[in-house]
């Protein structure tokens, strides 16, 4: 069966960074200090000004003028010094601001297409957009084929993921209000952010196909890395990327998703045929070549190491498939499901982007820090504060509903005792978890296994053990033969002299082999005495060995599938209360994101304080909307309690839970049982490996010792015979 351990590092991408042209901050800066504060406050904050203007002239410079993680750690500078500036510098077209400093960046990805604007936001933009591709570089250019450079890769993708979130989520909006290029969109920044998870989610898939984990685990982690790349190929295929990216772009990211989709498929096969479900197998694997032929149609213009790798997984894939069609053909003979039978295959996500707020945290930076910000700055830091106190309260009100929720459907055991009824029930994770790890280590069935490994290794102690002492026997027999025959002429020391110390060790090693023979008679004795307790534990799958919770034999009125579709409904109307909550909280969190009254409050003759009730009234109905989620929610939980009154009379729930809570205690205990014996035959075994070695390394000393008595004899046996001849 082709089941590759490993294969070489795939294809990946880098970014590259945006260009610029030349700006000179220093002089526009200082000339707004001067005007606005005074010459001496310009004079102080002289090398202030000469470290935004090296920052920015270091920007300026070719990427490959200096190494990635200096270019790095001086992007993360000038994007804390862009964070001190913003408040303090207001750069924009209005005659009362700083309108000398034009921003100018290039498009990374169409270097022919620029933006201009007399905007931070700009600046901020493209020098986070830049901060992602290095780090992406930083990814590429690290050797995967080691240990820590596959971390290296992974961490830098990472952080290349968590730059370009916080460009999408933070600055994006405000850079696009001038009018700005593709490439710092919201839209491109959200695509290569899922790139950047790709390829760091595809270097855990190195690491755990070459650590040999099981290949369910690297199904799903295979899964989850197509899963981001299909998020990237859906977002380049709509506007405005599908417009804006070379073809081979699209190309490379479908090709990768329908790699690992295929990949999935290929290690979940591998776990199906462990399984002997040789059926489903050959459905996977036809599923995943499928996808494969779809996406090479349009592998023009693909990095040939790409291709080659989809070949090998191929040819592996259509290997296992030519095997299992024969298995099942001639012993299973079993139907094969459709594709649209089965279920997706489960994912597991490995990765997550590194939030950037403490590398780019400008808190602790001195930069500036004399210049008094204006009244404008101030009174912006009161309206924040309102704001964060209006979406700290909601959120709270949101999260303790859903914690309400969760607490009164745990008391009515809901969902979980109509899931019963459909015969949908689980075990409680943690316990399904350990029944797991229980079947894949074997299970009790396979304690037998263990236990003839643990007589064989005794066996072989027992054997070695007499092998030793016949040796010394052996030599003492003919030592005593010529001590008889020679009499006084035979002066050589007798054997038992000589051989005590080692024969003190026989009779110790003797002694614990002894002992361990007794306690692996308690063990077998445990095996067969608990086999019916943890039989259960053989039970596939698990679930089969629970109670199940049937309907009443006999009905009175015949009103049971009322009362529990008025349940359902009940819990259904509940869980979009659940789903309008979390809605209402992102809408916060997008309504915060957006709210920047700054310029409202930098142009105001007014008011601060009407504009900002005007301002914080576009909070009030989503206020009402959550009040109202949380008053209908309470009507709905008494509801749902009445209804779970009469639904456990009626089925007799309460008998239902008293018997399922004894079978978890019985799994649970069988699994405490299973582990205590498995643990002592383990511990058993490590015992015999260590007493053969040791009995082995004596065995030697004894062979030495008769080897060298034997000479001794034969010595001595020509010295008694010289002196009869005399």
């Known amino acids: 069966m082709a089941s590759s351990s490993s294969a070489p590092p795939g294809v990946m991408l880098a970014i590259n960074e945006k260009k610029n042209s030349p700006v000179d901050l220093y002089r526009s800066l200082r000339n707004y200090i001067a005007a606005h504060y005074s010459e001496r406050e310009a004079q102080l904050l002289?090398?202030?000004l000469e470290t935004v203007r090296q920052l920015r002239s270091d920007i300026e410079k070719p990427p490959e003028s200096s190494p990635p993680d200096v270019r790095r750690d001086t992007l993360q500078a000038y994007a804390r010094a862009l964070a001190l500036m913003e408040p303090r510098f207001p750069i924009s077209p209005d005659r009362a601001h700083i309108n000398t400093i034009t921003f100018t960046w290039f498009d990374a990805f169409k270097p022919n297409k620029k933006a201009a604007q007399q905007s931070i936001h700009l600046e901020k933009a493209a020098v986070l957009f830049n901060l992602g591709a290095v780090y992406s570089q930083m990814g590429l250019a690290a050797d995967r084929s080691s240990p820590a450079g596959l971390k290296l890769a992974c961490n830098s993708f990472k952080e290349a993921a968590g730059a370009f979130a916080l460009l999408r989520d933070n600055v994006s909006m405000k850079a696009a209000i001038g009018g700005t290029t593709v490439d710092v969109s919201a839209e491109c920044a959200g695509m290569l952010?899922?790139?950047?998870?790709?390829?760091?989610?595809?270097?855990?898939?190195e690491k755990v196909i070459s650590d040999a984990k099981p290949p369910g685990l690297c199904s799903k982690v295979a899964r989850q890395v197509g899963l981001y790349y299909e998020e990237t190929c859906a977002a380049l295929s709509v506007p405005p990327l599908s417009q804006h990216f070379d073809r081979t772009w699209i190309t490379h990211v479908q090709l990768k998703a329908a790699q690992f989709y295929a990949e999935a498929c290929y290690r979940n096969a591998l776990e199906l045929h462990g399984k002997e479900e040789i059926a489903e197998e050959i459905a996977r694997l036809k599923i995943g070549l499928g996808a494969i032929t779809d996406a090479k149609k349009s592998s023009k213009g693909v990095a040939a190491p790409l291709l080659d790798a989809i070949s090998r997984l191929e040819n592996s894939m259509n290997l296992n498939l030519e095997r299992a069609v024969k298995e099942n053909d001639r012993v299973y003979l079993m139907r094969v499901p459709?594709?649209?039978?089965?279920?997706?295959?489960p994912a597991a996500s490995l990765v997550k982007p590194v939030p950037m707020a403490d590398v780019l945290d400008a808190s602790k930076d001195k930069l500036f820090s004399t210049l008094v910000p204006d009244s404008s700055t101030k009174a912006l830091s009161k309206y924040t504060k309102m704001v964060d106190d209006i979406i700290r309260t909601q959120a709270e009100k949101l999260q303790q509903g859903s914690e309400i929720t969760r607490v009164k459907l745990r008391e009515m055991d809901l969902?979980?005792?109509?899931?019963?009824?459909?015969?949908?029930?689980?075990?409680?994770?943690d316990l399904k978890e350990d029944v797991e790890a229980v079947q894949i280590s074997g299970g009790p069935s396979g304690l037998d296994t263990e236990l003839r490994q643990l007589r064989?290794?005794?066996?072989?102690?027992?054997?070695?053990?007499?092998?030793?002492e016949e040796l010394l026997q052996k030599e003492a027999r003919e030592d005593a033969h010529f001590r008889t025959q020679f009499g006084t002429r035979w002066t050589r020391p007798q054997s038992s002299t000589l051989t005590k110390n080692l024969q003190d060790i026989l009779n110790r090693f003797a002694g614990n082999l002894k002992q361990a023979t007794d306690s692996d008679a308690r063990i077998e004795r445990a095996v067969r005495d608990n086999m019916e307790l943890m039989s259960i534990l053989d039970h596939r799958p698990i679930e089969s060995a629970l109670p199940s919770l049937a309907r009443p034999i006999m009905s009175l009125d015949g009103n049971e599938d009322a009362i529990l579709g008025?349940?359902?409904?009940?819990l259904w109307q509940l869980e979009t209360l659940g789903a309008q909550r979390a809605g209402l909280e992102d809408m916060l969190k997008e309504m915060k994101r957006k709210d920047d009254i700054l310029p409202k409050l930098m142009t105001s003759t007014g008011s601060n304080?009407?504009?900002?009730?005007k301002e914080i009234s576009k909070y009030d109905r989503i206020c009402e909307e959550i009040a109202q989620n949380i008053e209908a929610q309470e009507q709905l939980l008494l509801q749902i309690q009445a209804q779970n009154d009469d639904f456990a009379a009626i089925f007799n729930l309460e008998d239902y839970k008293v018997s399922r809570e004894r079978c978890?205690?019985?799994?649970?205990?069988?699994?405490?049982?299973?582990?205590?014996i498995s643990d002592n035959i383990n511990e058993g075994l490590k015992f015999y490996d260590t007493l053969q070695k040791a009995v082995t390394n004596v065995k030697q000393q004894c062979s030495d010792f008769v080897m060298t008595r034997n000479i001794q004899c034969r010595e001595m046996i020509k010295d008694v015979q010289r002196h009869v001849l005399r």
Do not use: H, W
């Open 46 to 48: 002289e090398d202030d």
């Open 193 to 205: 952010e899922r790139l950047m998870l790709g390829q760091a989610q595809e270097c855990y898939l």
């Open 664 to 676: 978890y205690k019985q799994i649970a205990a069988a699994i405490a049982k299973y582990r205590e």
């Open 415 to 429: 969902p979980d005792s109509i899931l019963a009824l459909e015969g949908n029930f689980s075990l409680p994770l």
């Open 609 to 613: 304080e009407d504009l900002f009730k």
């Open 338 to 345: 459709a594709a649209s039978s089965l279920k997706s295959l």
């Open 566 to 570: 008025a349940l359902k409904q009940s």
């Open 456 to 468: 064989d290794l005794r066996k072989v102690n027992q054997e070695l053990l007499v092998q030793t």
